[in-house]
């Protein structure tokens, strides 16, 4: 057995970046970009009013105030999206809106409600000026967010909305972006049954290629599902097959000691085993290595995990969801963690990393954690139930009720905020 952390290191020796692709804007949200993002125009493109008010000069303001309004003629009304036909000349005012461009001769805007014009009512022919004003009061200037010609996004930025909008605000209908990488799952099992097919005496319901669909979807990649292999070579094989052009292989189950598990046999013979078995609990049967002469000469990464529903999950997120942000071009490949305080105790027996099923809140300052209920490698609601997995090293006997440990956490909800 090796230890999870060089367990790690060897699948991401393993992995690479995909290629580039051209993608419409709003379907690369959650991609990397492929290339600098430089801007060709200035965000704003002109100096523009940041307040409904009038455009003056500032000198006309000079001195004014509640008791002393400096009275200006309103020579025109500009709505955002328009441009003033106008040039202030002194004694006079643009009435603007927000957004609109400040039209010649201004240099500072007065705001609707620092003005008499409720007391003259709607489009005044004139307008008291009821403060003073320094140029460049409320007017937002051509360039301020963005300066044409520099460097916007740099080329490995992870694509949010909020990037998403920026890069809509250069005018950018499609984006080069790592593409998305296609990930293939292979339940295996002569006692697995398909979710639309009526459950037979000694079968259970196919869960792991679902629940592992479902994580491939959440970090940013493709599933691609094989359906079920039964337990031997011939059917693992034809089923694997049907993966021949993915990025990454996952298969579930076959991977123990028992005499029907052949999925290191295939993979033994159809390319490379880096590693089998890890020093963890649970997920101790890990089968980590490559299908060589598939997708191209360097081969297809292979995940084998257990059947054990909950083991499948805990070492998709160890080691599976690494590869796959690695394979997109991101950056930070770890989970958030947090110190919590453990309200209940948890054993280590035989020296291996224990990944714990844990609900995490927020309490008096600290976070604390508590057991989802039963913790054996086949009760998939103690997934369902958990936010996070607390970890006990190998050298550690355990944990007492009270004592701090570290908690991977796998999603954050209102009681953790």
């Given at each position: 057995m090796i230890s999870v952390d060089l367990a790690?290191?060897?699948?991401?020796?393993?992995?690479?970046?995909?290629?580039?692709?051209?993608?419409?804007?709003?379907?690369?949200?959650?991609q990397v970009l492929a290339e600098d993002a430089f801007s060709a125009i200035n965000i704003p493109p002109l100096d523009n009013s940041a307040m409904d008010g009038y455009a003056v000069r500032s000198a006309d303001t000079g001195g004014a105030g509640p008791k002393s309004p400096h009275t200006l003629r309103v020579i025109e009304t500009v709505a955002a999206g328009?441009?003033?036909?106008?040039?202030?000349?002194?004694?006079?005012?643009?009435?603007?809106?927000?957004?609109?461009?400040?039209?010649?001769?201004?240099?500072?805007?007065?705001?609707?409600?620092?003005?008499?014009?409720?007391?003259?009512?709607?489009?005044?022919?004139?307008?008291?000026?009821?403060i003073e004003v320094k140029p460049g009061t409320d007017i937002r200037p051509a360039g301020e967010d963005i300066a044409a010609g520099s460097l916007v996004l740099s080329k490995g930025t992870a694509l949010r909305a909020s990037e998403i909008g920026v890069l809509a605000s250069l005018g950018c209908p499609k984006l080069k972006v790592v593409r998305r990488p296609l990930v293939a799952i292979l339940a295996t099992g002569d006692?697995?049954?398909?979710?639309?097919?009526?459950?037979?005496?000694?079968?259970?319901?196919?869960?792991?290629?679902?629940?592992?669909?479902a994580l491939v979807k959440n970090y940013g990649a493709v599933p691609k599902m094989l359906?079920?292999?039964?337990?031997?070579?011939?059917?693992?094989?034809?089923?694997?097959?049907?993966?021949?052009?993915?990025?990454?292989?996952?298969?579930?189950?076959?991977?123990?000691l028992g005499d029907y598990d052949v999925?290191?046999?295939?993979?033994?013979?159809?390319?490379?085993?880096?590693?089998?078995r890890v020093r963890e609990k649970p997920g101790k049967p890990l089968v980590f290595g490559l299908l060589k002469g598939w997708g191209g000469a360097k081969g297809i990464p292979f995940f084998?995990?257990?059947?054990?529903?909950?083991?499948?999950?805990?070492?998709?997120?160890?080691?599976?969801?690494?590869?796959?942000?690695?394979?997109?071009g991101r950056r930070n490949l770890d989970k958030p963690t947090v110190k919590a305080v453990m309200e209940d105790a948890i054993a280590n027996t035989d020296g291996r990393r224990v990944f714990t099923r844990v609900t995490v809140e927020k309490r008096g300052g600290g976070y604390v954690a508590r057991l989802t209920g039963p913790q054996g490698s086949g009760i998939l609601t103690s997934m369902a139930l958990a936010n996070g997995l607390a970890i006990v090293p190998e050298d550690k006997p355990g944990v007492k009720p009270?004592?701090?440990?570290?908690?991977?956490?796998l999603d954050w909800g209102e009681d953790v905020e």
């Amino acid at each position: 057995m090796i230890s999870v952390d060089l367990a790690l290191e060897k699948v991401l020796e393993y992995i690479t970046v995909l290629e580039a692709e051209e993608r419409p804007i709003l379907d690369c949200l959650g991609q990397v970009l492929a290339e600098d993002a430089f801007s060709a125009i200035n965000i704003p493109p002109l100096d523009n009013s940041a307040m409904d008010g009038y455009a003056v000069r500032s000198a006309d303001t000079g001195g004014a105030g509640p008791k002393s309004p400096h009275t200006l003629r309103v020579i025109e009304t500009v709505a955002a999206g328009s441009v003033a036909r106008s040039h202030v000349e002194p004694g006079t005012a643009v009435r603007i809106m927000t957004g609109a461009p400040i039209p010649e001769g201004a240099d500072s805007v007065v705001r609707f409600e620092d003005t008499d014009e409720l007391e003259r009512g709607g489009n005044p022919a004139e307008v008291g000026v009821l403060i003073e004003v320094k140029p460049g009061t409320d007017i937002r200037p051509a360039g301020e967010d963005i300066a044409a010609g520099s460097l916007v996004l740099s080329k490995g930025t992870a694509l949010r909305a909020s990037e998403i909008g920026v890069l809509a605000s250069l005018g950018c209908p499609k984006l080069k972006v790592v593409r998305r990488p296609l990930v293939a799952i292979l339940a295996t099992g002569d006692e697995i049954a398909d979710i639309n097919k009526p459950l037979s005496a000694g079968r259970i319901y196919n869960s792991n290629s679902y629940s592992l669909a479902a994580l491939v979807k959440n970090y940013g990649a493709v599933p691609k599902m094989l359906g079920i292999a039964r337990d031997n070579e011939d059917s693992l094989l034809s089923k694997l097959r049907r993966g021949f052009e993915a990025d990454m292989v996952l298969t579930s189950g076959g991977v123990s000691l028992g005499d029907y598990d052949v999925v290191r046999q295939v993979l033994a013979r159809e390319g490379e085993i880096v590693f089998w078995r890890v020093r963890e609990k649970p997920g101790k049967p890990l089968v980590f290595g490559l299908l060589k002469g598939w997708g191209g000469a360097k081969g297809i990464p292979f995940f084998g995990l257990a059947g054990n529903p909950v083991s499948a999950m805990v070492n998709f997120e160890l080691f599976v969801r690494p590869a796959i942000l690695k394979m997109m071009g991101r950056r930070n490949l770890d989970k958030p963690t947090v110190k919590a305080v453990m309200e209940d105790a948890i054993a280590n027996t035989d020296g291996r990393r224990v990944f714990t099923r844990v609900t995490v809140e927020k309490r008096g300052g600290g976070y604390v954690a508590r057991l989802t209920g039963p913790q054996g490698s086949g009760i998939l609601t103690s997934m369902a139930l958990a936010n996070g997995l607390a970890i006990v090293p190998e050298d550690k006997p355990g944990v007492k009720p009270g004592d701090e440990v570290e908690v991977m956490m796998l999603d954050w909800g209102e009681d953790v905020e």
